[in-house]
């Protein structure tokens, strides 16, 4: 089935299906994303209140009730994340420290934003 680029059908004449004047209840595709669900739940575990957006750079995890951005997992092609943080100073993401990257695997890098043990993550 073809579909549109907001994700519904189409009919064969370019059209979305359902008919003239007749609203089609458009749902939001299932993205199956292991590292996102594992984030969301390890936020779950700990109460709440931080979400997640996947982009090309990797996971931004941020402050849900205000949108401000808190950290960044960067996927690194052997399975470890680079994680990054905001700089409200510079308005970018910054590596952790002055020789580079802090290189983790997923759960060891959600620890240590949370332990924030360089000050950086929670303002």
């Known amino acids: 089935m073809k579909t549109s680029k907001t994700g519904g059908p189409k009919?064969?004449?370019?059209?979305?299906?359902?008919?003239?004047?007749?609203a089609v209840a458009e749902e939001k595709p299932v993205i199956l994303d292991f590292v996102e669900s594992r984030i969301a739940a390890f936020n779950d575990k700990r109460g709440g209140g931080v979400g997640v957006r996947k982009d090309r750079h990797g996971y931004t995890l941020f402050l849900?009730?205000?949108?401000?951005?808190i950290a960044r997992l960067r996927p690194r092609a052997d399975g470890r994340f680079a994680v990054l943080y905001w700089s409200v100073f510079s308005e970018r993401w910054r590596t952790i420290g002055d020789f580079g990257d802090v290189i983790l695997g997923l759960d060891d890098a959600l620890e240590y934003i949370v332990m924030d043990p360089m000050d950086c993550f929670w303002r």
Not at 13 to 22: C, D, E, R, T
Not at 64 to 69: A, K, N, V, W, Y
């Open 11 to 22: 009919s064969r004449g370019g059209g979305k299906a359902g008919g003239a004047g007749v």
């Open 64 to 69: 849900e009730d205000c949108g401000e951005p």
